[in-house]
């Protein structure tokens, strides 16, 4: 599966912002895709999934209720709808398929990212 997150950007604390997250390959449809956050010198952690039919979503405590996560299967793409955005928000943002509950496998292979910075 290949991963080309999009969508980051400069945003002011308690601003919005929408990622979104184009998947390739032929079982990606099948697949629950989730969102992973690498804050600068801390480990990447998990942030956001939903399952393959889109029925199902899981939240990291961190953003419950402050983000979204949706898909669109037709077109192989998952998005993360943030609102009230903090500091401690800020990160580079990375789409994941598969995902197992709150985690990837081993050797999954990460996307480019994209970047979320929220001033203060």
């Known amino acids: 599966v290949q991963l080309q997150a999009s969508g980051g950007g400069l945003v002011q604390a308690g601003g919005s912002l929408r990622l979104s997250c184009v998947a390739s390959g032929r079982t990606v449809g099948y697949f629950s895709m989730g969102w992973f956050r690498q804050a600068p010198g801390k480990a990447r952690e998990f942030v956001a999934a939903?399952?393959?039919?889109?029925?199902?979503?899981y939240y990291a405590d961190s953003v419950k209720g402050r983000f979204t996560i949706s898909r669109d299967v037709a077109k192989n793409t998952v998005y993360l709808q943030m609102s009230s955005l903090k500091p401690e928000d800020t990160a580079v943002y990375y789409c994941?398929?598969?995902?197992?509950?709150?985690?990837?496998?081993?050797?999954?292979?990460w996307g480019q990212g994209t970047l979320v910075t929220v001033s203060s």
């Open positions: 994941a398929a598969p995902v197992t509950g709150r985690s990837v496998p081993s050797d999954h292979r």
């Open positions: 939903i399952t393959s039919s889109g029925g199902t979503t």
